[in-house]
């Protein structure tokens, strides 16, 4: 159930950057979350992000909050992780995407020189 609700959490997040026209939180209160939930999934969201290393993130936890509330507390904690894995991904596929084409030139710079080799002998 709970990686059920991690799964929609993600999906809806993705949707939500998508769409830019609607903020995360209020998102997820169109969803029918409850409103302590979409606090901390926002907070949380953010303080992920700056966990990952995106300049733009900010730490932000309403600690007394986080431990009494457990809408507050579980938003956090979800939207910690999902936003933190999201950017590690996006970063994962922008290295792969730069190390592939970093092996398209050198394929290409080898197939020149053997096709000038060819064409050319010394």
């Known amino acids: 159930m709970a990686s059920r609700r991690a799964t929609l959490l993600l999906i809806m997040l993705t949707y939500g ?3 830019g026209c609607e903020a995360t939180r209020e998102h997820l209160l169109a969803q029918g979350y409850p409103p302590a ?4 999934f926002d907070d949380g969201c953010s303080s992920g992000r700056q966990a990952a290393g995106i300049i733009s993130g900010t730490f932000r936890k ?3 909050r986080y ?4 809408a507050y507390a579980e938003g956090w ?3 910690f992780r999902q936003c933190q894995a999201q950017v590690e991904s996006e970063e994962r596929r ?3 995407e730069r190390f592939h084409d970093d092996e398209d030139d050198d394929w290409e710079r080898n197939r020149d020189n053997a096709m000038g080799r060819a064409l050319h002998p010394d």
């Open 67 to 70: 431990l009494k509330d457990a």
């Open 17 to 19: 950057l998508l769409a």
């Open 77 to 79: 904690s979800d939207g």
């Open 62 to 64: 309403d600690v007394p």
């Open 94 to 96: 922008a290295y792969f």
């Open 37 to 40: 939930f979409a606090d901390g």
